[in-house]
């Protein structure tokens, strides 16, 4: 009960502050504080904090660092992702006030890699984002799947796919919409 009310009082302050509905890009752009995301990548045991936007302007050091970590780990390639995820997820770790780093379940996949995946699963999408650095599967220790589904709903940017029963959430940079499987 303590978790679902400290999800709701921050939901509301995101409001409040008008980040609700917004371009998180927007909503950052006039803040010059130092953004920092807290990474674990379930399939290669790595971890990174890093600093990827400080004094109004990205960090090409930190945000390449995030590139790494979230790679096709199948192919080991890396691509730029859009920063725009990157924003998205500093906004849900804030909310969260979580202590533990977000779960990257997939990130960026090459298209050999979704190909393959989209053989052995009927929840991969031909032409995912992923394939295109926009578009994350995350989950945050402690935080419940439902609640960080409908943070990054209420976010309204991009979008949202609920994956109750595989323990995730999907989060990209595209057309808004959402979807459960």
């Not at 969260?96 to 977000?102: D, G, I, K, Q, V």
């Not at 990130?107 to 699963?121: D, K």
Request: proline share 2%; aromatic share 10%.
């Amino acid at each position: 009960m303590l978790q679902r009310r400290h999800f709701l009082k921050q939901a509301a302050c995101l409001g409040t502050a008008g980040i609700t509905g917004l371009s998180s890009t927007r909503a950052f752009a006039g803040q010059q504080e130092e953004r920092t995301l807290r990474l674990y990548n379930i399939h290669t045991g790595e971890f990174t904090t890093s600093t990827f936007w400080a004094n109004g302007r990205y960090i090409d050091e930190g945000v390449e660092s995030l590139d790494i970590l979230v790679r096709d780990h199948r192919r080991d390639q890396v691509m730029a992702m859009q920063r725009e995820l990157y924003q998205n997820m500093y906004q849900l770790q804030q909310l969260f006030a979580s202590h533990e780093p977000l779960y990257v379940i997939s990130g960026y996949r090459a298209p050999e890699s979704n190909a393959s995946l989209r053989y052995t699963s009927s929840g991969v999408a031909e032409h995912s984002l992923h394939m295109q650095g926009r578009a994350i599967d995350i989950r945050i220790p402690g935080v419940s799947h439902r609640h960080l589904h409908r943070a990054a709903l209420a976010m309204g940017n991009g979008g949202v796919g609920y994956y109750p029963k595989s323990g995730f959430v999907h989060i990209d940079t595209g057309r808004t919409r959402h979807w459960t499987a």
